[in-house]
Structures are given as C-alpha cells and as structure tokens.
C-alpha cells in the first residue's frame, strides 16, 4: 500500500540490502556511511508485524531481504553478529540487542520457511555462544561485544559492562533460548 511506498522513499540500502540512511520528521541528519544493527532490527520489527497483520507476503519478503544483508555482512567469521561500524557510545552498545528482540518477531512467524528460520536461528545460537564465551566477565557480566574481549574497567567506553550492555545480552539470550539454541 501506500505506506510502503513512502517507507521506500525515505530509506536508502546498499546492493545487501541493509539500511543505511533513513530520514523523516524526527531525524535531522542524514546518515550515508555506516549500516547499524539498530536500523535493521527496527524495520524488521515493522516489516514482521505488518506481515503477521496482513500475511502480505511483500512484508516478509522485505525482511527477508534485509536479513539476507546482516547474515552476510555484519557477522564475524565465527557467526557472531558484529557492528560493522564499532560501538562508540552507549547506544550503540544496545544496538544488537534491540536487532535480536525485533528478529524474534520475525521468527514467531508460522510462515517463514524452515531453512530461512535455521538460518536466522543459526545467527542468534553463533552470536549467544560467543557471547557466553567471549564476552563474560568472572562477576558474569556482559559486555557491549559479543565476540570479546570484554574489559570491564572501561567506564564509558564501548566495552563497558553497564546497564545497555546486559540488556542487549538478556535479548539475546532470551530470544536464543525461544529457540532452542545449544549454548555450550
């Protein structure tokens, strides 16, 4: 319909598919350079949610779409999803988490194929793994990179072990365990 028109018109992607400016009545700035988790996650929330709405399938091909980009570009080579761009302030260390929380509405979906499904599922167990083994400190906190290292005397630096981080982690973790990931 007509809002997917507009929504078409005020986002940009690269050839991956993966949002990298998008622009309307709340952002000031133009964004051109850098894909972030946050910008894919939100749409795939948006993109999910019209599709269980609707069972339009253009929605879920969309998400889709999208998904295909972050599965392709935005893990390192052990699975585990990355900022490509780094993680410079405390937004960004939720990013992931607020990606994963919106992929899971994707997966609650009955009518997303069982190969995508693995393969989006795939995603989350590789980056919940990592994170329980890479980013964890001895106290058991988590920190804002899911492939490590961690170092929690960072203060505010963007491994830091605060708050946004262990929020981004209980999404994960949570969403990995709808799953029925192994996290060993």
């Given at each position: 319909?007509?809002?997917?028109?507009?929504?078409?018109?005020?986002?940009?992607?690269?050839?991956f598919?993966?949002?990298?400016?998008m622009?309307g009545?709340?952002?000031?700035e133009?964004h051109t350079?850098?894909?972030?988790t946050y910008?894919?996650?939100?749409?795939?929330?948006?993109?999910a949610?019209?599709?269980?709405?609707?069972?339009?399938?253009?929605?879920l091909?969309?998400?889709?779409?999208?998904l295909?980009?972050?599965?392709?570009?935005?893990?390192?080579?052990?699975?585990?999803?990355?900022?490509?761009?780094?993680?410079h302030?405390?937004?960004?260390?939720g990013?992931?988490g607020i990606?994963i929380?919106?992929l899971?509405?994707?997966l609650?979906?009955?009518?997303?194929?069982?190969?995508?499904?693995e393969?989006?599922?795939?995603?989350?167990?590789?980056?919940?793994?990592?994170?329980?083994?890479?980013?964890?400190?001895?106290?058991?906190?988590?920190?804002?990179q899911w492939?490590?290292p961690?170092?929690?005397?960072?203060?505010?630096?963007?491994?830091?072990?605060?708050?946004v981080p262990?929020y981004?982690?209980?999404m994960?973790l949570?969403?990995?365990?709808?799953?029925?990931?192994?996290l060993?």
């Open positions: 319909g007509i809002q997917l028109q507009i929504f078409k018109g005020c986002v940009s992607a690269n050839s598919n993966l949002l990298y400016k622009f009545i709340f952002d000031y133009l350079e850098t894909t972030w910008n894919q996650g939100v749409i795939i929330g948006a993109l949610t019209l599709y269980n709405s609707t069972k339009d399938g253009k929605y091909d969309m998400a889709v779409k999208i295909d980009g972050v599965v392709a570009l935005m893990r390192n080579t052990n699975g585990c999803l990355l900022e490509i761009g780094g993680i302030n405390r937004d960004g260390q990013f992931k990606f929380q919106h899971g509405l994707l609650d979906s009955d009518d997303i194929s069982m190969a995508l499904r393969k989006y599922i795939q995603l989350v167990c590789q980056s919940a793994t990592s994170l329980l083994s890479n980013a964890k400190t001895p106290g058991g906190k988590f920190g804002a492939q490590g961690v170092n929690a005397t960072d203060g505010d630096k963007a491994t830091n072990t605060g708050m262990q981004s982690a209980l994960l949570t969403i990995a365990g709808a799953n029925n990931c192994s060993s």
